[in-house]
């Protein structure tokens, strides 16, 4: 064979070998290897990802690693030291299961559903308000309110956890109403559903709720109007003007007590048959 055949063949097949040794050494897929089972929000997990090729793991892979499949706080991307990247400083903040999957960079193919955490409630921290209305009538009762017993991410706690008592009271009280129906109740399963309460004048207001060792919450602003008619205010009915030319001038109210507006008031036949529902005296009109 001509000499100079031979030497382009050694050297393009020493080429040939260098590359494919590079090629060897890239890593090729990561996989979460070890995960907690179980976690509570806020706590650390210890996590640990390789990067593994056909030979096994590739003690040359350096690249940075990012856990994904969560909403992860912390420290969740960390560099690979010899194909392996331990975390210990991310954690998970909402409850719940999560698959912890994990990215990186270099070339490498992300994993997929590797390891299951479920996440669970911290201690009992605070009361969070889920639902509460914002518009009311004088007197009728106020739409449910329901408070929860959360952690100090917002979690709402088991319905093991401890029963905690709610307690409600005017907040913002423009209106110098009053609070009235059941204000305290149990928190079972860690929600309080207050349905009985209500405002008695028109204004604007906010109920906060309060819990020993937990922190209190607050509605949004609840404008109470003047509702539909009530009743008839007689207080200033006496035996001295009942009948006479100086009966005092009567209004017709809704359940709070407030007065209806003009465009409101009843008509003197409807005025008359709620004063003989109220057993007033004859001859007042």
């Known amino acids: 064979m001509n000499k ?7 050297q393009v097949s020493f080429v040939i070998v260098i590359f494919c040794g590079a090629q060897s050494v890239l890593a090729d897929t990561l996989v979460v290897t070890s995960a907690p089972t179980s976690v509570t929000a806020g706590v650390n997990l210890s996590v ?19 856990l994904t499949g969560a909403n992860f706080s912390g420290a969740y991307t960390v560099t690979a030291v010899n194909g392996v990247a331990n975390f210990t400083g991310a954690n998970i903040q909402a409850k719940g299961k999560n698959n912890i999957n994990a990215t990186g960079t270099g ?22 308000i889920t639902n509460s209305p914002t518009t009311a009538t004088g007197g009728s009762k ?3 309110i329901r408070v929860m017993i959360a952690d100090q991410f917002n979690n709402q706690l088991p319905s093991s956890a401890s029963t905690y008592t709610v307690t409600a009271a005017i907040g913002t009280n423009t209106g110098g109403g009053t609070l009235s129906g059941t204000t305290a ?29 937990l922190t209190s919450a607050e509605t949004a602003s609840i404008e109470v109007t003047t509702g539909s008619f009530y009743q008839i205010d007689l207080s ?5 003007t009942r009948g006479t030319a100086n009966s005092p001038i009567v209004y017709a109210t809704d ?19 709620e004063r003989q529902q109220q057993s007033c005296v004859s001859g007042f009109f």
């Open 107 to 128: 070339g490498v193919t992300g994993s997929s559903s590797n390891k299951i955490t479920t996440v669970l409630a911290d201690v009992a921290n605070k009361l969070v």
């Open 142 to 144: 106020l739409g449910e």
């Open 48 to 66: 640990t990802v390789k990067a593994y090729n056909t030979a096994g793991v590739n003690t040359a892979y350096n690249g940075d690693v990012t």
């Open 4 to 10: 100079k055949i031979v030497n382009l063949f050694c």
């Open 185 to 213: 109740l149990p928190a079972y399963g860690a929600i309080g559903r207050f349905a009985n309460m209500s405002l008695n004048t028109a204004g604007t207001y906010t109920v906060v709720f309060s819990s020993s060792g």
């Open 236 to 240: 200033g009915l006496t035996s001295e």
């Open 255 to 273: 359940k709070g007590g407030n007065y209806l507006l003009n465009t409101q008031l009843l008509s003197k036949k409807q005025i008359l048959r």
